[in-house]
């Protein structure tokens, strides 16, 4: 019974095959669908009865391409594509059709992506820019003693700055705040006297404070005329301003400042200063980081500026994003190129240069306005498991990368695609927006993955042996039971041993020649690309039989465990011979014998005829090995000599009479194209020469080499002369070498003579046969014992 139970669950296995080398879905060995159509590329086949071969594993998991060629049926190929299904997809508004700030403007509204792991998807955007779409403009204003004539002006051209706007945009709101700087010290004065004037005694002024939100949004001109009218110039110490704690407060003030949600927020800040930044409160002992937080009292004063730091650039931009503002940057020239580069940080911010009184605010806040809104930029915010590629922007003119659009205009319809896709599956469905800078119109697009199958069971549900669930053509096992029909216990320590002694090849000692798994004592084959792998261990494969031009077998037969089994007709040990004869036999009219392969000189191997050996051990020649063993070459020499060359044994005449069937040509420079060749000696300069030549129809075509090949013979006055050269030139090469010997040896004498010649060495006592030329005497006479003389 168990011997039954093993054969059907080998016949009807699933397997894991391996088509390609590296393939990731075979490697996956997936037990279910939902594991597979999880790997990027892989499909699930889910016919149940796709294996065929008792101990080889074929995968249901696999490249689709070789899920077809494993004669998978196509409508059992579970392989779900990535897509995008438009949601609420309203038309974009007509210019001046719509209430105001209620167009639409981006296409579609809504959506859903369903993302399958390492397929991705494109998505389409459309936007277009609506008339009168609601304008807040805040005006934030440096009130240092530098800014004086600046605040004169725009007193006078309050009235003018509200109805400019209008006639840009029906729904416009206008605020106005004020900074100077942080009110410790070194950026202001403490002394209490300049605390309460900290301009000269004879002007005085308003004390310092960081911001004041003077006016909030409100659509009425005539406050904001009022407002500007009511503030009065301050002043501080240094030169840098607290401008990005006013930005700060300006921007995360949302209800203080009353920025509506459904409008363009434009920010005009106005200085003639460059700015404080994170750090730079460390001078005046603050040194807790600026929090982003709102801190306006309700009289509109920040009330936390001598309490935290100065906003990092980064930290403001970040907030500058999150609440879609646009600033507006009029500086004048001393600090525009500072301001240019803090444009360049923040998306969709204009910085132009204010005229030394600000006469030309109007005009900058205008033109600064026309060129963001002629900016179309879109952002993309979502999970970081979500990745954003491809991003084009297809413009009026142009289609260039990124999602910017530059010089759109009111009416215009812009297009931008990008690419969504994910490495891995999502536990759950995932949100993603889609904005434009400076408006309230978003894209929400939600994502789900798609790593689940939608089988059609076609046959009544598997039991799998009580051990598992059946699910797409195949059985998903309990933990501790595997198999096709989950028959193997793994626990049972006594049945895997006894499996494994199966599946051992006795030879190498190796389990399953390790291409293969062992389950239930039987070795199941691995498969991979191109390649099959059988036999009882596994020990066998499609791939090590002899090729031909790199083909298994010649691809006219089956690779069985590395011997070609050729196809009827072949054979060879890589079924590179043909049994075919009918292009061994001669069907020419001069045939010696058309009934016998190769004229009976010969034996047909492969199609091709091999010509015995006669007397004497020359072959027959010829395809048919029609030309009988003789020196063929000698046949033909004198009609080849004499037509070419003029010599041999036939002049002139006889060589027209009995040369008429040659046709001979001297070769230039091309090769010839006869297949039999042969090289003569002309006798009479005993050169050789080479030839080609072939029969037809009864004439003899003849290729000659134009050069002839002779021998080199040396001239004997050359060689005697060459002697008596050599004998003369040893003898004085002799002569020579004893001079020159000689010489060295008589300098090296000359020398040493020389040295012991300047270095002499001298006896220091007296000679011995000198003698003095005194001589002394003693006078006997003479008592006192001296001498009498000295001679």
């Given at each position: 019974?168990?011997?039954?139970?093993?054969?059907?669950?080998?016949?009807?296995?699933?397997?894991?095959?391996?088509?390609?080398?590296?393939?990731?879905?075979?490697?996956?060995?997936?037990?279910?669908?939902?594991?597979?159509?999880?790997?990027?590329?892989?499909?699930?086949?889910?016919?149940?009865d796709?294996?065929?071969?008792?101990?080889?594993?074929?995968?249901?998991?696999?490249?689709?391409?070789?899920?077809?060629s494993?004669?998978?049926?196509?409508?059992?190929?579970?392989?779900?594509?990535?897509?995008?299904?438009?949601?609420?997809n309203?038309?974009?508004?007509?210019?001046?059709?719509?209430?105001?700030?209620?167009?639409t403007?981006?296409?579609?509204?809504?959506?859903?992506?369903?993302?399958?792991?390492?397929?991705?998807?494109?998505?389409?955007?459309?936007?277009?820019?609506?008339?009168?779409?609601?304008?807040?403009?805040?005006?934030?204003?440096?009130?240092?003693?530098?800014?004086?004539?600046?605040?004169?002006?725009?007193?006078?051209?309050?009235?003018?700055?509200?109805?400019?706007?209008?006639?840009?945009?029906?729904?416009?709101?206008?605020g106005?705040?004020?900074?100077?700087?942080?009110?410790?010290?070194?950026?202001?004065?403490?002394?209490?006297?300049?605390?309460?004037?900290?301009?000269?005694?004879?002007?005085?002024?308003?004390?310092?404070?960081?911001?004041?939100n003077?006016?909030?949004?409100?659509?009425?001109?005539?406050?904001?005329?009022?407002?500007?009218?009511?503030?009065?110039?301050?002043?501080?110490?240094?030169?840098?301003?607290?401008?990005?704690?006013?930005?700060?407060?300006?921007?995360?003030?949302?209800?203080s400042?009353?920025?509506?949600?459904?409008?363009?927020?434009?920010?005009?800040?106005?200085?003639?200063?460059?700015?404080?930044?994170?750090?730079?409160?460390k001078?005046?002992?603050?040194?807790?980081?600026?929090?982003?937080?709102?801190?306006?009292?309700?009289?509109?004063?920040?009330?936390?500026?001598?309490?935290?730091?100065?906003?990092?650039?980064?930290?403001?931009?970040?907030?500058?994003t999150d609440?879609?503002?646009?600033?507006?940057?009029?500086?004048?020239?001393?600090?525009?190129?500072?301001?240019?580069?803090?444009?360049?940080?923040?998306?969709?911010?204009?910085?132009?240069e204010?005229?030394?009184?600000?006469?030309?605010?109007?005009?900058l806040?205008?033109?600064?306005?026309?060129?963001?809104?002629?900016?179309?930029?879109?952002?993309?915010?979502?999970?970081?498991?979500?990745?954003?590629?491809?991003?084009?922007?297809?413009?009026?003119?142009?289609?260039?990368?990124?999602?910017?659009?530059?010089?759109?205009?009111?009416?215009?319809?812009?297009?931008?695609?990008?690419?969504?896709?994910?490495?891995?599956?999502?536990?759950?469905?995932?949100?993603?927006?889609?904005?434009?800078?400076?408006?309230?119109?978003?894209?929400?697009?939600?994502?789900?993955?798609?790593?689940?199958?939608?089988?059609?069971?076609?046959?009544?549900?598997?039991?799998?042996?009580g051990?598992?669930?059946?699910?797409?053509?195949?059985?998903?096992?309990?933990?501790?039971?595997?198999?096709?029909?989950?028959?193997?216990?793994?626990?049972?320590?006594?049945?895997?041993?006894?499996?494994?002694?199966?599946?051992?090849?006795?030879?190498?000692?190796?389990?399953?020649?390790?291409?293969?798994?062992?389950?239930?004592?039987?070795?199941?084959?691995?498969?991979?690309?191109?390649?099959?792998?059988?036999?009882?261990?596994?020990?066998?494969?499609?791939?090590?039989?002899?090729?031909?031009?790199?083909?298994?077998?010649?691809?006219?037969?089956?690779?069985?465990?590395?011997?070609?089994?050729?196809?009827?007709?072949?054979?060879?040990?890589?079924?590179?011979?043909?049994?075919?004869?009918?292009?061994?036999?001669?069907t020419?009219?001069?045939?010696?014998?058309s009934?016998?392969?190769?004229?009976?000189n010969?034996?047909?191997?492969?199609?091709?005829?091999?010509?015995f050996?006669?007397?004497?051990?020359?072959?027959?020649?010829?395809?048919?090995?029609?030309?009988?063993?003789?020196?063929?070459?000698?046949?033909?020499?004198?009609?080849?000599?004499?037509?070419?060359?003029?010599t041999?044994?036939?002049?002139?005449?006889?060589?027209?009479?009995?040369c008429?069937?040659?046709?001979?040509?001297?070769?230039?420079?091309?090769?010839?194209?006869?297949?039999?060749?042969?090289?003569?000696?002309?006798?009479?300069?005993?050169?050789?020469?080479?030839?080609?030549?072939?029969?037809?129809?009864?004439?003899?075509?003849?290729?000659?080499?134009?050069?002839?090949?002779?021998?080199?013979?040396?001239?004997?006055?050359?060689?005697?002369?060459?002697?008596?050269?050599?004998?003369?030139?040893?003898?004085?090469?002799?002569?020579?070498?004893?001079?020159?010997?000689?010489?060295?040896?008589?300098?090296?004498?000359?020398?040493?003579?020389?040295?012991?010649?300047?270095?002499?060495?001298?006896?220091?006592?007296?000679?011995?046969?000198?003698?003095?030329?005194?001589?002394?005497?003693?006078?006997?006479?003479?008592?006192?014992?001296?001498?009498?003389?000295?001679?």
């Amino acid at each position: 019974m168990k011997e039954y139970i093993l054969c059907c669950f080998l016949m009807c296995s699933l397997s894991l095959v391996v088509k390609g080398a590296n393939n990731a879905c075979t490697e996956s060995k997936a037990k279910s669908c939902g594991e597979c159509i999880a790997l990027p590329g892989c499909a699930w086949c889910q016919a149940a009865d796709y294996a065929d071969n008792p101990n080889v594993v074929i995968s249901r998991c696999d490249l689709p391409e070789n899920l077809l060629s494993e004669k998978c049926p196509p409508e059992a190929i579970s392989n779900p594509q990535s897509k995008s299904v438009p949601g609420q997809n309203n038309e974009l508004s007509n210019v001046g059709e719509s209430e105001v700030g209620k167009a639409t403007q981006m296409k579609p509204q809504t959506m859903d992506v369903y993302l399958r792991p390492g397929d991705p998807v494109n998505i389409n955007l459309a936007f277009k820019q609506a008339e009168d779409y609601p304008v807040d403009l805040y005006y934030l204003l440096d009130l240092s003693k530098s800014m004086e004539d600046d605040l004169e002006k725009l007193r006078k051209l309050g009235q003018q700055l509200g109805q400019k706007m209008q006639e840009i945009t029906r729904d416009f709101r206008l605020g106005f705040g004020s900074f100077i700087d942080k009110t410790v010290s070194p950026y202001i004065s403490t002394v209490p006297a300049r605390l309460r004037n900290p301009c000269d005694d004879l002007s005085p002024c308003q004390p310092t404070y960081s911001f004041h939100n003077d006016l909030p949004l409100t659509p009425k001109i005539e406050s904001f005329v009022t407002s500007v009218n009511n503030v009065t110039h301050s002043s501080n110490l240094d030169n840098p301003e607290g401008g990005l704690d006013a930005m700060m407060q300006a921007i995360v003030c949302q209800q203080s400042i009353k920025w509506r949600k459904d409008a363009t927020h434009l920010l005009v800040y106005s200085t003639d200063a460059s700015f404080h930044y994170a750090g730079d409160g460390k001078l005046g002992g603050i040194v807790f980081p600026n929090d982003g937080k709102c801190y306006l009292s309700n009289d509109g004063n920040y009330f936390k500026a001598n309490e935290m730091d100065y906003p990092s650039i980064g930290h403001l931009v970040k907030k500058i994003t999150d609440h879609n503002i646009q600033p507006i940057f009029a500086v004048t020239s001393t600090v525009i190129k500072t301001y240019k580069n803090l444009q360049k940080m923040i998306p969709k911010s204009v910085t132009g240069e204010l005229s030394g009184d600000s006469s030309n605010i109007i005009d900058l806040i205008q033109n600064a306005y026309n060129d963001l809104k002629g900016q179309v930029i879109l952002e993309v915010k979502g999970p970081k498991e979500i990745k954003v590629s491809e991003q084009m922007a297809h413009c009026q003119n142009s289609t260039m990368e990124g999602l910017k659009c530059d010089g759109v205009k009111l009416g215009d319809v812009v297009n931008f695609t990008f690419t969504l896709s994910v490495d891995t599956c999502l536990p759950e469905p995932v949100e993603l927006y889609v904005t434009p800078y400076g408006y309230n119109d978003r894209v929400n697009i939600t994502v789900t993955s798609l790593c689940d199958c939608q089988c059609n069971e076609t046959e009544a549900a598997h039991n799998c042996s009580g051990h598992g669930k059946y699910e797409c053509g195949a059985c998903v096992c309990d933990p501790g039971f595997t198999g096709i029909d989950c028959f193997c216990d793994q626990k049972d320590l006594k049945g895997v041993e006894s499996y494994l002694i199966n599946c051992t090849d006795p030879v190498t000692g190796v389990v399953c020649s390790d291409r293969g798994e062992c389950q239930c004592g039987q070795c199941l084959c691995m498969q991979e690309f191109e390649k099959k792998i059988d036999g009882k261990y596994c020990e066998c494969d499609n791939t090590t039989c002899d090729r031909v031009s790199g083909k298994i077998c010649n691809n006219l037969g089956t690779c069985n465990c590395g011997n070609c089994e050729c196809n009827d007709g072949w054979k060879g040990k890589a079924c590179e011979c043909t049994l075919d004869t009918s292009e061994c036999f001669d069907t020419s009219s001069d045939a010696i014998d058309s009934t016998q392969p190769c004229n009976g000189n010969g034996e047909c191997e492969c199609g091709v005829c091999s010509c015995f050996s006669g007397q004497g051990g020359a072959k027959f020649r010829g395809q048919y090995c029609q030309t009988k063993p003789i020196v063929i070459c000698d046949i033909h020499r004198d009609c080849i000599q004499c037509k070419a060359f003029h010599t041999g044994n036939y002049n002139d005449a006889e060589c027209e009479k009995n040369c008429q069937n040659y046709n001979v040509t001297i070769l230039g420079d091309e090769a010839s194209d006869y297949d039999q060749d042969c090289r003569f000696t002309d006798q009479t300069d005993d050169c050789s020469f080479q030839v080609y030549f072939s029969e037809k129809n009864g004439t003899i075509y003849v290729d000659v080499e134009p050069a002839k090949i002779c021998a080199a013979y040396a001239n004997p006055m050359y060689i005697i002369i060459g002697i008596i050269a050599a004998i003369v030139g040893i003898g004085l090469a002799i002569l020579l070498i004893w001079k020159l010997l000689t010489s060295i040896k008589d300098a090296r004498e000359f020398k040493n003579f020389q040295k012991e010649s300047q270095n002499p060495k001298w006896e220091g006592g007296e000679n011995p046969i000198f003698k003095k030329a005194t001589s002394t005497f003693r006078n006997p006479m003479y008592t006192g014992g001296k001498p009498s003389a000295n001679l």
